[in-house]
């Protein structure tokens, strides 16, 4: 039983402290920018056709799912190529790139550059090429007979407008409309308190965390005091059981109660800082999902997913890029846990990275599920290539060992 509870807070504090404050600080800073620039950003993808593929692959190469939501409703309207939208849900490392950028910051530039090269090659070859969405319409009819026609690819060296999207209905969001009420009298000013010393907790976890990654990564004792491992602990547990209560309770008192959506702007920093803190604390409880399973595996188990992975051989980048067809952020934050227990090869990793979508494909399937499904399969082939690739050579071409490259 002390062992289990050891993990269980174990958990709670590394993951707190070594990736959600860095993907507090990532997430904050994006959205600066948004309210900075008013919107901005998304007028320049508008206006520069022949760069919107690699705009797109920029925006979704920015860590968590924020950059390729926002290119979501601009195919929608028509202003942006299909191939624009294939580029950016293949570089979108979702919610995991954190995790990458965190604990492996090595491994993650070389994946995500990889991912991008990949993306943005394949992006402009749907577009030059003419493969949008009407050339497998029947194919993909088998599987969405209800999926509407293509609309956003490019046309005669033009963007086509999709007459049969309705343009001015709403985003999808994740907001509960018919939520608890925000108004409470004792869970509003509670859940905004919470707020405020999450920020406070996050602000003394990235100090810590960045102390921790200069030593080094060493190892840290699970103690409650006065110290740099007692206050790693205390940091950690509190910050985490401050983002479960954000994610389950608050964010439907402070903000609008919205999860893994990109806003075009804030109305204010405080708002910046809110949506910030919500699109962390939801981060944060994948995080602490996967940290969980994996160790909890491996102590009742003794299970050696390294061991599993090594001999499946080729097999491993295959996975990797059939779990990045799950749509979704969970998953994927999973995967790359398990890599940075050096639990799978970096071919698996890279191939991941290209396949998945994070929670940017929700608002294209809840509009065009077509256009979702076939921007995944568009996703998931180069996907298989280079995570195959990468298994054949980065050993005998490079030297390296596939297994924990570039983990702290």
């Known amino acids: 039983m002390n062992e289990l509870l050891e993990v269980f807070f174990a958990s709670l504090r590394d993951g ?24 901005a950003l998304l007028a320049t993808i508008e206006d520069n056709e022949r760069l919107q593929v690699l705009f797109g692959g920029l925006l979704g190469l920015t860590p968590g799912c924020g950059g390729a939501i926002v290119v979501m409703p601009l195919y ?14 293949g570089a979108t490392a979702g919610d995991s790139a954190f995790v990458i950028l965190a604990l492996a910051p090595e491994a993650a530039l070389y994946a995500y550059a990889i991912a991008f090269a990949a993306s943005v090659a394949t992006g402009y070859l749907v ?28 046309i005669n060296s033009g963007i086509g407008p999709n007459p049969s999207h309705d343009y001015g209905c709403p985003a999808p969001t994740h907001a509960h409309e018919s939520g608890p009420d925000r108004r409470s009298r004792v869970l509003t000013p509670l859940s905004h308190l919470a707020h405020v010393a999450w920020w406070g907790t996050a602000v003394v976890g990235l100090i810590l965390g960045s102390l921790y990654l200069l030593r080094g990564g ?70 602490l999902v996967a940290f969980l399973i994996y160790e909890y595996a491996v102590l009742l188990t003794g299970l050696n997913v390294a061991s599993v992975a090594a001999a499946a051989g080729v097999l491993a980048p295959i996975g990797g890029a059939a779990v990045g067809l799950i749509p979704g952020c969970g998953p994927q934050i999973l995967l790359a846990s398990v890599y940075a227990e050096g639990g799978l090869p970096f071919s698996a990793l890279t191939a991941n990275a290209i396949a998945q979508d994070g929670d940017a494909l929700f608002p294209l399937l809840a509009v065009d599920a077509k256009a979702a499904i076939v921007a995944t399969i568009y996703n998931f082939l180069p996907a298989v290539v280079v995570g195959i690739a990468l298994h054949l050579l980065w050993g005998p071409v490079f030297g390296m060992a596939e297994f924990g490259f570039g983990v702290l």
């Open 127 to 154: 577009d030059s090429v003419g493969l949008g969405v009407t050339r497998v319409d029947n194919a993909v009819s088998r599987l969405s007979p209800t999926a509407t026609p293509d609309g956003g690819t490019v």
């Open 218 to 287: 060493p190892e840290v004792a699970l103690t409650f005091g006065v110290g740099f491992d007692g206050l790693f602990t205390v940091i950690g547990v509190v910050g985490a059981v401050l983002s479960l209560y954000l994610y389950a309770v608050g964010r439907h008192y402070v903000g609008e109660g919205q999860i893994a959506r990109a806003r075009d702007s804030f109305s204010s920093v405080y708002d910046t800082l809110t949506h910030a803190a919500m699109e962390t604390s939801f981060v944060t409880v994948w995080v």
């Open 76 to 89: 929608v309207r028509g202003t942006v190529s299909f191939g624009t939208v294939v580029a950016t849900l």
């Open 16 to 39: 707190y402290v070594q990736v959600s404050t860095f993907v507090a600080v990532t997430v904050l800073a994006f959205g600066l920018i948004q309210y900075r620039t008013d919107g």
